[in-house]
């Protein structure tokens, strides 16, 4: 599950560029990699773009290059894991910090960042578990456990995904009238075409995460059925699982 935007403002890298069109490209890489988000989605796109080849069944399972790639995915896997240690502290955070306006949104509140939190707090032990610090034999309801947890999660987060499109409709819709009125009146609207720029951009990158939450919900829901039903073809899931990758990598990037 992909972090959610948190109001903990994380601190800035050193040789950060007020104005991100203007960074040099390998300070901007440095600012990047220093993210534990970034390193996380560079893996995550390596083990999915993995997947794609061995689902595909490009190359025959008979080769020596299949093992390796099956057993190079499977780390990777374990690897990214690694990288969700004290994760739900930011979730915590979400929590306590959150400003709320109604009752509903306190309800999709919880579950987005509770059920991403739990999600996160579970994995610790299910890395634990696979790295054979921890017996195995509870791995199994572990992992179902934080399917569930991350199914929860992304409920919540898609409906207040959804709820903040509505809301920049709304402002956008409110930004149009007001250029307009100011076209009829002959006066300038620069600043107003400034907002509505940004405004649009915000809800580009908010309809993208959204579909990155159902891409990552697609495969959540695989997990809960263990892998069983229409939406759980294996080359499907890969294809998910990169695109979110994909989206994350983008939005990680230009945050940054």
């Known amino acids: 599950m992909e972090p959610k935007t948190s109001p ?28 534990r988000d970034g390193v996380d989605k ?11 080849i061995l689902s595909s069944s490009v190359i025959p399972d008979s080769v020596p290059l299949s093992h390796r790639l099956k057993s190079f995915e499977s780390n990777v896997g374990v690897s990214r894991k690694a990288f969700r240690l004290g994760k739900f502290v930011q979730d915590v955070n979400a929590l ?40 195995k034999k509870n791995l199994s309801n572990l992992q179902k456990i934080s399917a569930w947890c ?8 898609v409906s207040l995904k959804v709820r903040e499109l509505r809301n920049i409709k709304e402002d956008e819709e409110c930004l149009l009238s007001t250029i307009e009125v100011s076209i009829i009146r002959g006066i300038g609207y620069a600043e107003e075409e400034e907002k509505l720029r940004k405004l649009r951009f915000k809800k580009l990158m908010k309809r993208l995460s959204v579909i990155q939450d159902f891409a990552d919900g697609l495969m959540c829901l695989a997990d ?22 994909l989206i994350s ?4 990037w230009i945050s940054c």
């Open 8 to 35: 903990i403002s994380s601190s800035q890298p050193k040789h950060q560029n007020p104005n991100p069109k203007n960074k040099d490209f390998l300070i901007h890489l440095e600012a990047y990699l220093s993210k």
């Open 42 to 52: 560079l893996l995550k796109i390596s083990r999915y773009a993995t997947k794609i």
């Open 96 to 135: 306590r910090l959150a400003s709320v306006s109604s009752k509903e949104e306190l309800i999709l509140t919880f579950l987005a960042y509770g059920g991403e939190g739990l999600y996160y707090f579970v994995e610790q032990f299910v890395w634990l578990g696979k790295a054979g610090l921890i017996d």
């Open 150 to 157: 991350e199914f929860i999660g992304y409920i919540g987060s």
């Open 224 to 245: 809960i059925r263990d892998g069983k039903g229409l939406l759980s073809a294996p080359l499907l899931l890969s294809s998910a699982g990169l695109l979110s990758a």
């Open 249 to 252: 990598t983008h939005k990680n």
